[in-house]
């Protein structure tokens, strides 16, 4: 059944594939513009690749939480979502497939957006194996993220205008913008509770300042990491399944 | 069949008289008030978002060396946020003007209401936007003096308040209409638009001025950003309210002619390209389908 959700959700990518593109060009454009207005009318080579690891984590977080909450959305509207509960399987299970296609996705897309911006833009970062381990985290973290965004969706109907705030947030106080240690301590403090900053703070210190998984880990700040993915990806679990588990005694599981 | 819809609403239409057609618009400017007024959440829960982009605007904007060299000065500049809060406001006006034009048109395809904009005797552009100038009027107004307040207890900057800004301010307007009608022509034919939107609006932050002013961006983003419905009203209203001029000049940037020029010609082809979508749409039959 996880199979089928997952190769659904990849089936509705493929068949909105016409948007990909566009996609890409806004995150692509987005990106450059940015750098252009903080170097006040010209670019800074040398913000490349702290910002690049931020922007990416905030373009998968982008696409995650959209295709989380459109995906639940939509299916509310068209009344499958309550057919989909005539499974024996719990709600967060169900779920994992939609969240699986939505992963696969952002992943894909916010992978080939970086490579481009790589090439084009000449950023180098010492690439190493041990990275792979905050990103992995990172991607777990987002999940949670979104899962708990899709729990939101089900019962505010202004889920619209918190989620622009939320992935707004996230794009501003991550790193994309300005790497976060930079930042005011007390406004450190408020980026670190967010999605993807941990991550992207960790991955940071790996492919750009060559310190190895041992070092992260005894600065604290992987575990920090880690603990931050296992508690989001808990709460969003968690969220979803009450979320569905109400709706479905409330009948609010059809359009709102 | 749409051939006699058009006929019979062009009959109507000449059969109106002016407080008739004064009705129906007033009718229509009330309903845009009562959709603002739906919208107080909406706008609530984004007004953090709002502020938080500016002040971090403000903050971050021509400090890229600052920030590779790890020592950033977190102060405003007052002079910088004078700027920044006039170029702000203005691109406020035509994101909120053409964000709503365009989700309220999306929304009544979806639910299939938008044929009933064809019950009125009045062009289906004008009943589209009529309802909605006003509302974005207020709604922008509202956040910018909030905006305002907050960001002017963090730093006390400085505008010079004159009658003269209205006349920006309108031509800022018009032409925001406009472009909304251009987008809203591409929703009824198309549907499908959302990144169109984002990215128009994306790159109008940048070349239009609203960020950094056209006078400080590279000349072949300039020339464009010239185009942009709202650089030029940006650069009067700058004048205006931060230079403190008297009065606007008739050539150049910012001046009359340009802003007359722009506005009249986003107007135009707003209509324009609204009426080419609407006439996709009828021919098509999918007014009412998403």
């Known amino acids: 059944m996880l199979g089928n959700e997952t190769v659904k959700g990849l089936l509705v990518t493929w068949a909105n594939r016409g948007t990909l593109v566009p996609a890409l060009a806004v995150l692509v454009v987005f990106y450059i513009f940015i750098q252009f207005l903080i170097g006040g009318g010209h670019m800074v080579p040398a913000l490349y690749a702290p910002t690049l690891l931020g922007f990416a984590s905030y373009g998968l977080a982008y696409i995650v939480t959209l295709r989380m909450v459109s995906g639940t959305l939509e299916e ?97 106080l991550n790193g994309a913008f300005v790497p976060v240690d930079v930042f005011p301590s007390w406004l450190q403090l408020v980026s670190r509770l967010l999605p993807t900053t941990l991550g992207v703070e960790v991955s940071r210190k790996i492919l750009l300042q060559g310190w190895s998984l041992a070092a992260v880990w005894s600065d604290g700040s992987l575990i920090w990491l880690l603990l931050h993915s296992v508690a989001m990806l808990t709460v969003g679990a968690v969220a979803y399944q009450h979320s569905i588990g109400r709706a479905l005694r409330e009948g609010g599981l059809g359009p709102h | 069949m749409s051939s006699s819809g058009t006929t019979s609403r062009t009959i109507a239409s000449r059969t109106l008289g002016p407080r008739a057609v004064a009705t129906a618009v007033g009718n229509e400017i009330e309903k845009g008030l009562f959709h603002a007024w739906g919208e107080r959440l909406q706008i609530l829960i984004e007004l953090p978002l709002f502020l938080i982009f500016f002040l971090l605007a403000a903050l971050i904007l021509g400090r890229g060396e600052q920030i590779v060299s790890g020592h950033v000065d977190w102060r405003f500049e007052p002079a910088r946020v004078s700027s920044l809060m006039v170029g702000y406001a203005a691109f406020l006006f035509i994101y909120l003007q053409t964000a709503k034009l365009f989700w309220r048109l999306l929304g009544e395809v979806q639910a299939g209401t938008l044929e009933q904009v064809y019950l009125s005797p009045l062009p289906a552009w004008l009943v589209a936007t009529a309802g909605r100038v006003l509302a974005t009027v207020l709604e922008t107004a509202a956040l910018v003096v909030i905006l305002y307040l907050i960001v002017f207890a963090i730093v006390p900057f400085h505008l010079t308040w004159n009658i003269q800004a209205l006349v920006p301010m309108a031509f800022i307007s018009v032409s925001s209409v406009g472009y909304s009608l251009i987008e809203g022509g591409m929703v009824l034919a198309w ?100």
């Not at chain 1, 499958?80 to 992963?103: D, N, Y």
């Not at chain 1, 987002?142 to 205008?161: D, H, Q």
């Not at chain 2, 940037?253 to 009249?264: E, K, Q, R």
């Open chain 1, 76 to 172: 509310m509207n068209a009344g499958t979502l309550e057919q989909l509960h005539l499974s024996p399987l719990p709600a967060w299970t169900l779920s994992l497939g939609r969240l699986a296609a939505t992963v696969i996705e952002a992943v894909g897309l916010t992978g080939l957006v970086s490579v481009g911006l790589i090439l084009v833009l000449g950023i180098r970062f010492s690439y190493r194996l041990e990275a792979l381990v905050p990103v992995a985290l990172t991607i777990f973290d987002v999940a949670g993220f979104g899962l708990l965004l899709g729990a939101v969706a089900i019962r505010v109907a202004s889920i619209g205008a918190i989620l622009h705030v939320l992935q707004s947030t996230v794009l501003f």
């Open chain 2, 191 to 290: 549907r499908r638009v959302e990144l169109v939107h984002e990215l128009a609006l994306g790159l109008m932050v940048f070349f239009s001025g609203a960020l950094i002013p056209l006078s400080q961006l590279p000349a072949w983003m300039a020339e464009i950003g010239r185009f942009t419905p709202i650089s030029e009203g940006i650069v009067g209203l700058r004048a205006v309210l931060i230079d403190g001029r008297q009065s606007l000049p008739v050539g150049g940037d910012g001046g009359v002619l340009w802003m007359v020029a722009i506005s009249a010609a986003y107007l135009v082809i707003g209509i324009a390209v609204f009426s080419l979508g609407e006439r996709i749409a009828r021919n098509r039959g999918s007014l009412g389908r998403y």
